[in-house]
C-alpha cells in the first residue's frame, strides 16, 4: 500500500514539473524581449559575463542579422576601398562591424545603446581593430556625422525614412549607402510614376538620388525574428541635381501626395487650399505689385456678384473674397496651360513635378514662405515623411 502512494506521489510531482515547464517556455515564447543567443555568445567572446543579461528589444529595431554569407555579401557590395572610411548605423553587437574593419580604412559607428556598444567593443579588442573602430553613442538622428566616405548599416526600421532623408540631403557628401531595409519601406523607395507604391518619399530621394535593388534577405536571418522581410539597396547621390529651392519642393510635393490619387485640379480647386496658397503667396515680396494690383480691382467690384466653381461658391461681397477667386481662377489656369489639371501626382515623374512647379512658381504661386529664413539644421528632415 505505501509503495502504490509513493509510486502516485512520485508521478504526480513529476506531472507538476512537466506542466511549469512547459508554461514557463510559453512564457518565454511570448516575452516581447528575448534572450541574447547564448550559443552566439560562446562562439564570438571568450569571457563576457554581462551578455548574460543583454536583451534584445523588437520595440526598438534590435534585429540583429547572422547570416555570415549575407554579410558577406552586403560587404562586397558596398565597393569599399582600403582608404575608404564607413559610416554605419545601429551597429549592435558587431556582426556587421568586424566585416567592414577588415576591410576598410575605418569604421565610425553610431549606437546609441550603451548596452551594445559595451559588447561592440569588446568584440572588436578581441580581433585587433580597436584602433580602427570610433563609436558614438548618440540618436543617429540627431547626431553629427563625422565625414565618411560610405554608408553601410542595418537600420532600425523605426527610423528608416528620417536617416534616409538626413543622409541623401544632409551636409556630408557621400559615394553611396548600402542599407538593409524593412522590405516594404525598400519598394516605396524603389517605386516608380504609376507603381502602388510611389509616394512623397520616392520623389524626393529621386530628386537627388540613384536607388538601386541588391537582395532581399529572409526574416529568418535575424535574431530575434521580426515579423517582415528586408531588402538591401544601395543609394547613390547624383552629380547633379536640379536648380530648385528645396524647401519650396518639399512643400510642394507634400501638397501634392496628400492625395496622390486625387487629380490636381480636384486638390488645388479646394477652398481650403487656396486660402492655404494665397495668404503663402501673399507673404512673398516677389508677389506684392500683383497683389495690390488685386486690391485695386477688389476696389471697383460693388459687391453684387456670385461665382460658384465645382461646387465652392465664392462671395464677392468682400475684397478678400474676391482676390481668393481671382487666385483660384489663376491656379486653374496654370494647371490647365500645362494640361496637369486632370493628372494625378501618383503618374508623374520628377521632371514633371519641377516643370508644374516652375509654372506655378513664375505666376506668383508659392508654397513655402518665401521670406522665411532657411532652417538649415532640419534640412535633412523635411522630406523624410511620405
Not at 69 to 83: A, E, F, G, M, W
Request: net charge positive; glycine share 4%.
Amino acid at each position: 500500500m505505501n509503495t502504490q502512494l509513493k509510486k502516485r506521489n512520485l508521478i504526480q510531482f513529476y506531472l507538476i514539473q512537466s506542466i511549469l515547464r512547459q508554461n514557463s517556455l510559453r512564457q518565454l515564447r511570448t516575452k516581447p524581449t528575448h534572450h541574447y543567443n547564448d550559443k552566439y555568445r560562446t562562439r564570438n567572446t571568450k569571457e563576457d559575463n554581462q551578455q548574460d543579461d543583454l536583451f534584445l528589444y523588437k520595440s526598438k529595431g534590435q534585429h540583429l542579422l547572422t547570416n555570415q554569407r549575407i554579410l558577406d555579401s552586403i560587404v562586397r557590395k558596398s565597393s569599399i576601398n582600403p582608404t575608404d572610411t564607413v559610416l554605419e548605423i545601429g551597429p549592435g553587437t558587431g556582426n556587421l562591424t568586424l566585416k567592414l574593419l577588415d576591410v576598410a580604412s575605418k569604421v565610425v559607428a553610431v549606437e546609441i545603446d550603451k548596452r551594445m556598444v559595451g559588447v561592440l567593443n569588446k568584440r572588436v579588442k578581441e580581433h585587433g581593430f580597436e584602433d580602427k573602430l570610433s563609436v558614438l553613442r548618440e540618436d543617429a538622428l540627431k547626431a553629427e556625422f563625422p565625414k565618411f566616405d560610405l554608408v553601410v548599416a542595418n537600420i532600425p526600421y523605426g527610423i528608416s525614412s528620417p536617416l534616409v532623408a538626413k543622409l541623401v540631403y544632409g551636409a556630408n557628401p557621400f559615394r553611396s549607402a548600402t542599407l538593409l531595409l524593412q522590405k516594404e519601406f525598400a519598394r516605396r523607395l524603389l517605386a516608380k510614376p504609376g507603381d502602388s507604391e510611389f509616394n512623397r518619399l520616392a520623389v524626393n530621394v529621386k530628386l537627388v538620388a540613384d536607388v538601386e535593388f541588391v537582395m532581399n534577405v529572409s526574416k529568418r536571418e535575424f535574431f530575434p525574428v521580426p515579423k517582415v522581410d528586408s531588402s538591401v539597396v544601395i543609394i547613390r547621390p547624383k552629380d547633379r541635381i536640379p536648380d530648385v529651392n528645396l524647401d519650396e519642393w518639399w512643400a510642394f510635393t507634400k501638397n501634392c501626395f496628400g492625395k496622390k490619387n486625387k487629380t490636381l485640379g480636384a486638390t488645388f480647386k479646394q477652398k481650403k487650399k487656396v486660402i492655404e496658397l494665397f495668404r503663402l503667396s501673399k507673404m512673398t515680396s516677389s508677389n506684392e505689385e500683383e497683389i495690390n494690383r488685386n486690391q485695386y480691382v477688389c476696389a471697383d467690384d460693388d459687391g453684387d456678384n456670385e461665382e460658384e466653381s465645382d461646387g465652392e461658391e465664392y462671395h464677392s461681397s468682400s475684397c478678400a473674397d474676391r482676390e481668393l477667386l481671382l487666385f483660384k481662377e489663376k491656379i486653374i489656369e496654370v494647371l490647365k496651360a500645362g494640361s496637369f489639371e486632370d493628372k494625378r501626382p501618383s503618374k508623374l515623374c520628377n521632371e514633371e513635378l519641377l516643370y508644374l512647379l516652375s509654372m506655378l512658381n513664375q505666376s506668383g504661386i508659392y508654397f513655402h514662405e518665401q521670406t522665411k529664413p532657411r532652417n538649415v539644421g532640419n534640412v535633412a528632415f523635411a522630406a523624410a515623411y511620405s
